[in-house]
């Protein structure tokens, strides 16, 4: 199973755009995208807190929110693009009927026409949004959801993620967590001091780590 937001899709372009638009809706710079990338995992939360420098309890903040979902949405992909190397790790898995899904937090009304306008509706196994269940990760709820729309057994299945709520919600879940380190990593402590048991550079890589498994 894969997040989607820096694992599977390269979605920072997009969400950056919108915070910039934004930012400049209230008079402030744009910021660079070398800059949001690394908070891009954390959705808007982390997005609105680097660029408005105000956190998640400022009485500013909610508004802002669904100004910037609006944005968001408005322009789901235009620079969205799967990661060099998962549209061939994808084929490989459908190739070896090998089932996978995606779990995100991000919100069905992002996460429903993102996926289809990736062209993966209809191959993902299962597509698990952040209000899909009661707890979002890190909570382990909606990768045991997910194992059961699967009909899988949580230890027979491997979460990819590229943010630590991913690698606490995989072992909350009794899955073995892989880091993605070509994603944006959102997180101030080191992904090797993350919950997990590997971490690849490059999508192709599970490919290994499947093998191993086998």
């Not at 707890?135 to 027979?156: M, N, V, W, Y």
């Not at 072992?171 to 992904?191: E, F, N, T």
Request: glycine residues 8%.
């Amino acid at each position: 199973m894969f997040d989607l937001d820096g694992t599977l899709a390269d979605t920072a372009p997009d969400l950056a755009h919108a915070l910039n638009v934004l930012l400049e809706q209230y008079g402030n710079a744009p910021l660079p995208l070398d800059q949001l990338r690394p908070r891009a995992s954390q959705g808007a939360r982390g997005l609105i807190e680097e660029g408005f420098k105000i956190s998640i309890n400022d009485p500013f903040f909610e508004e802002l929110k669904e100004q910037f979902y609006t944005l968001y949405q408005n322009n789901l992909c235009s620079q969205t693009r799967l990661f060099i190397g998962v549209p061939e790790l994808l084929d490989y898995l459908d190739l070896h009927h090998i089932p996978w899904g995606i779990v995100t937090n991000k919100f069905k009304r992002f996460t429903d026409p993102l996926v289809s306008l990736l062209g993966l509706t209809h191959r993902s196994g299962c597509i698990v949004s952040g209000d899909s269940y009661a707890r979002a990760k890190p909570f382990p709820d909606p990768l045991l959801g997910a194992s059961e729309e699967l009909q899988l057994i949580p230890e027979e299945l491997v979460y990819v993620g590229d943010d630590e709520r991913d690698m606490i919600a995989a072992q909350a879940a009794g899955m073995a967590g892989i880091i993605a380190r070509y994603g944006y990593l959102g997180s101030d402590k080191a992904p090797e001091l993350w919950p997990h048991q590997a971490i690849i550079e490059h999508p192709e890589e599970l490919i290994r780590f499947i093998h191993y498994l086998q």
